[in-house]
């Protein structure tokens, strides 16, 4: 009767099932794990080797790729055992890299559209304005060379290019070649040393100009005037770049937010 009755106390059955799932779980824990080299492991070495090696591996190569696959897989298999990972910054740090970069490119972007483009450009017109730059072809009239004839040379050469003469034909050695090169007024004026404000303007393109500087003439024909502000068809890829980008870091923003509701933060937690 005894036996009976205790048969019907609930108190039994918590101990047999707390007894069983100690058993079954030190079963498990005695059990080793294994280590599998699926196909697509294979397949990830494989690849990244013949990206390494520029070519396909050998079958050593192979080998000796996949041990190493392996030997790290295991340090790091127990690493995590003993708990080497935790309270490690620099780990936590790559740890939450990684995820942040999982967040941003699991995220399916269709093609922005023109409005979006066209906000985008609205709102950082500054940061797609470029500052105004000048190609131009050059030929150098050296002071100290003919110093009495520096004058007529000067002349001479503006009329033999007025002419058509090919301008590395005419006047002397200069240390920089400028042809052909998109540089800002600020930069020009820097190498030749000499004022361009009234020479860089898109009424003088394709005219030949002398300017003095204390190393001699500068003989310059404006060839071509960029924008400050590029039109909308040039800044369109840049544009499109920088409102994917907006959109992922948005996504791991949402991520972010989820997250804190998953974990709430406890501030009596010393850990």
């Known amino acids: 009767m005894r036996f009976r009755r205790a048969l019907q106390q609930p108190l039994l059955y918590f101990v047999l099932l707390g007894t069983a799932v100690f058993v079954v779980d030190a079963w498990l824990r005695a059990e080793p794990e294994t280590l599998?080299?699926?196909?697509?492991?294979?397949?990830?070495?494989?690849?990244r080797l013949e990206q390494n090696l520029s070519r396909p591996p050998t079958p050593a190569e192979l080998e000796q790729?996949?041990?190493?696959?392996?030997?790290?897989?295991l340090l790091q298999r127990e690493a995590t055992a003993l708990g080497l990972a935790k309270n490690d910054a620099l780990i936590r740090e790559h740890l939450a890299q990684k995820l942040k970069?999982?967040?941003?490119?699991?995220?399916?972007?269709?093609?922005?559209?023109?409005?979006?483009?066209?906000?985008?450009?609205?709102?950082?017109?500054?940061?797609?304005?470029?500052?105004?730059t000048f190609e131009v072809t050059h030929v150098f009239i050296q002071r100290s060379v003919a110093a009495a004839s520096y004058q007529s040379r000067v002349q001479a050469a503006l009329a033999t290019?007025?002419?058509?003469?090919?301008?590395?034909?005419?006047?002397?050695?200069?240390?920089?070649?400028?042809?052909?090169?998109?540089?800002?007024?600020?930069?020009?004026?820097q190498i030749l040393g000499a004022s361009l404000t009234a020479v860089l303007t898109p009424a003088r393109v394709g005219q030949w100009q002398a300017v003095e500087s204390p190393r001699g003439a500068h003989l310059i024909r404006l060839e071509a005037v960029s924008p400050r502000n590029p039109d909308f068809a040039s800044l369109r890829?840049?544009?499109?770049?920088?409102?994917?980008?907006?959109?992922?870091?948005?996504?791991?923003?949402?991520?972010?937010?989820?997250?804190?509701?998953?974990?709430?933060?406890d501030s009596r937690d010393s850990r």
């Open 65 to 73: 790729g996949l041990q190493e696959w392996m030997d790290t897989e």
């Open 161 to 189: 290019l007025a002419r058509g003469a090919k301008p590395e034909t005419v006047g002397d050695h200069f240390p920089r070649d400028l042809k052909r090169v998109p540089l800002t007024r600020p930069q020009l004026e």
């Open 237 to 265: 890829p840049v544009l499109a770049a920088d409102v994917q980008e907006k959109k992922k870091q948005a996504a791991v923003a949402a991520y972010l937010v989820d997250l804190r509701k998953k974990y709430p933060l």
């Open 101 to 132: 970069h999982i967040v941003r490119e699991r995220t399916i972007l269709p093609e922005p559209s023109e409005p979006e483009l066209r906000a985008q450009l609205g709102a950082n017109r500054a940061r797609y304005a470029a500052p105004e």
């Open 36 to 47: 599998g080299l699926s196909e697509a492991v294979r397949r990830e070495v494989a690849t």
